[in-house]
């Protein structure tokens, strides 16, 4: 277990997940309830999310537009806190932790890949994948050599000194992916990663990204429209009313 202590009551929790399930889920969201203030009224985007995700498995989430996937996304890699709820990651408790721990965490144990690549335009695809781990700690030299690797394991050995305005929507995408698993985390969160690409490319990228979920290990949540793309997931979800529903 964690070094930090836990309430009584949601360690309980905890391990009735972890025998229900074997293993500990690495990701356990545990009724999540989230709130947004519109005008005179609460909209309740999330109401109660139960979601629990084990090393090597993926899931996508497909919901429509406005259906909480982003608040969702959010939450479970620590940048906001659920109203309500809990999220542990590895059978830790989070919303007790500090800010800085929760910072921590989200840099070692979890990547994001966004609709929009959000690469830092001045660097080149090279940089965008060292930086992460540079900020780490890790020597420039080590960083290189990884994110070297990273690069050409997704196809772009080619692209390493080419900025991202230099790059095609799907090899940004590419380069995206690289820089979120930079830092080798277990838990992937990708919000609508192929939203942005027309069909073909968004198959190729979603075909190496499997692969390297496939490879590592990875526990992913994938928010996706493309129910194709989501039927080669091991699990699908979806949400309703602000609460998962698993789909076949
Ligand atoms: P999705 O990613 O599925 O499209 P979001 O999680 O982005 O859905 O949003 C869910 C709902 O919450 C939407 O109705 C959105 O307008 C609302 N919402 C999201 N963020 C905020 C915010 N910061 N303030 C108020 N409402 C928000
Ligand atoms: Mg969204």
Avoid: C
């Avoid at 989230?34 to 989430?61: C, K, M």
């Avoid at 080590?142 to 690797?149: I, L, P, V």
């Avoid at 609508?192 to 990875?218: C, K, M, W, Y």
């Amino acid at each position: 277990m964690s070094e930090t202590a836990i309430e009584p009551d949601t360690q309980a929790q905890a391990s009735s997940v972890r025998r229900a399930g074997g293993d500990p889920p690495l990701l356990y969201l545990d009724n999540v309830q989230r709130r947004y203030r519109q005008g005179d009224a609460d909209l309740h985007v999330l109401n109660g999310i139960d979601l629990a995700l084990w090393p090597g498995q993926s899931v996508a989430l497909v919901a429509p537009s406005g259906a909480g996937k982003s608040t969702l996304l959010h939450i479970a890699g620590l940048l906001e806190h659920p109203d309500e709820g809990e999220v542990y990651i590895d059978g830790r408790a989070t919303a007790i932790l500090s800010d800085a721990e929760r910072t921590r965490i989200r840099r070692l144990e979890i990547g994001f890949v966004y609709q929009f690549h959000r690469l830092l335009p001045e660097f080149s695809a090279l940089e965008n994948v060292m930086l992460p781990q540079m900020i780490r700690g890790l020597p420039r030299r080590e960083a290189q050599k990884r994110a070297t690797e990273l690069l050409n394991y997704l196809g772009l050995g080619a692209r390493l000194p080419h900025r991202p305005a230099e790059m095609s929507g799907g090899e940004q995408q590419r380069v995206a992916i690289a820089r979120a698993v930079a830092n080798a985390p277990r838990i992937l969160l990708a919000d609508e990663p192929t939203g942005n690409l027309d069909a073909h490319t968004a198959e190729h990228v979603f075909r190496v990204l499997s692969q390297l979920i496939r490879a590592t290990g990875l526990a992913a949540i994938i928010a996706t429209h493309n129910l194709d793309l989501a039927g080669r997931m091991d699990r699908r979800v979806t949400l309703r009313e602000g609460r998962v529903v698993e789909l076949a």
